[in-house]
């Protein structure tokens, strides 16, 4: 079964973008017009996330969702033959942080959202690095498309890490200078196992992973964000926000990065994932709300 899916992705890979953006087009009338895939949960997570858009903004909120939706699944099977000049050319980003942070002999990690083209940001920054890179994933259930994935994420040279057990994983990187790229706003497993935050209009919760790596592992903390610019074309920007992580308060670089993501939804809205089932979880009893401060 895994080696038709990978014929089957290979041969669609080979198209040229304006006939795989055909398909995708195609895609998009059958997951949204005749599947309806998950489209009471997007509605309901738009119209909680924008409560000031009226029903005719946000079902153009909605449609352009599943338009970059459909975009980002043949653009990930594109990965699997795309040339790094092709890639460098609709994906760019100003990487001169990095290459600072890699000549002081020092580790950072990239914390992103669910904003389209994530996996075409693992590539790209792989591409335009040096030192070891890491890609912290969460594992698929189906195993022939989690095969298909790791060989996609593989492709230049990328270390996976699944997040399962990150921490036992990332051992042999410790003592180099290394990057690390994880998207920060999974949904997690246990909501004893989170920091919560206000977040797009409701209690959120927000993994503790990447900020226990950032401390267990000395990395700068960088905040990253993409931006469709059209189709087939995006623009990343990096920022460094915490130099030295290990003094900082507890949960302090989570509710930073859910403000920093927030605001980036809100300049495009439709470029993100609320397909995605990320508020599975309830607030602890007594959970207030309540802004944090931080010093």
Not at 99 to 117: D, P, T, Y
Not at 189 to 195: F, G
Not at 215 to 231: A, N, P, T, W
Not at 246 to 271: D, M, R, W, Y
Request: charged fraction near 20%; hydrophobic fraction near 40%; aromatic fraction near 14%.
């Amino acid at each position: 079964m895994y080696y038709l899916l990978f014929a089957v992705c290979y041969l669609i890979s080979l198209l040229p973008f304006p006939v795989l953006y055909v398909l995708s087009d195609v895609l998009y009338g059958c997951v949204y017009y005749i599947i309806g895939y998950r489209k009471n949960l997007v509605r309901q997570h738009l119209a909680q996330a924008f409560p000031e858009s009226g029903s005719v903004e946000l079902r153009k909120m909605e449609k352009a969702f599943y338009h970059d939706l459909c975009d980002m699944v043949v653009e990930t099977i594109k990965m699997m033959t795309i040339s790094p000049k092709t890639l460098q050319r609709r994906f760019q980003c100003d990487l001169s942080l990095l290459h600072r942070l890699a000549a002081e002999g020092k580790s950072c990690q990239i914390q992103l959202g669910h904003r389209f083209n994530w996996e075409w940001a693992n590539l790209y920054f792989k591409l335009g690095t040096t030192v070891p890179f890491l890609v912290v994933y969460m594992p698929i259930s189906n195993l022939h498309v989690e095969r298909l994935m790791n060989y996609i994420r593989r492709r230049f040279g990328t270390v996976l890490i699944p997040a399962d057990r990150v921490l036992e994983a990332m051992k042999p990187w410790q003592s180099q200078p290394h990057i690390t790229i994880l998207v920060a706003d999974q949904n997690p497993s246990s909501a004893r196992r989170c920091y919560w935050e206000n977040f797009l209009n409701r209690p959120t919760a927000f993994y503790k992973g990447p900020e226990l790596i950032a401390r267990r592992f000395g990395e700068v903390v960088i905040f990253g964000d993409i931006q469709k610019i059209r189709r087939g074309y995006y623009h990343a920007i990096i920022q460094e926000v915490f130099p030295e992580p290990v003094h900082t308060a507890e949960g302090q670089i989570s509710h930073a990065f859910s403000q920093f993501l927030e605001q980036k939804i809100h300049e495009q809205p439709h470029n993100w994932l609320w397909s995605h089932r990320r508020w599975k979880h309830q607030p602890p009893p007594g959970w207030a709300g309540t802004e944090k401060k931080f010093n």
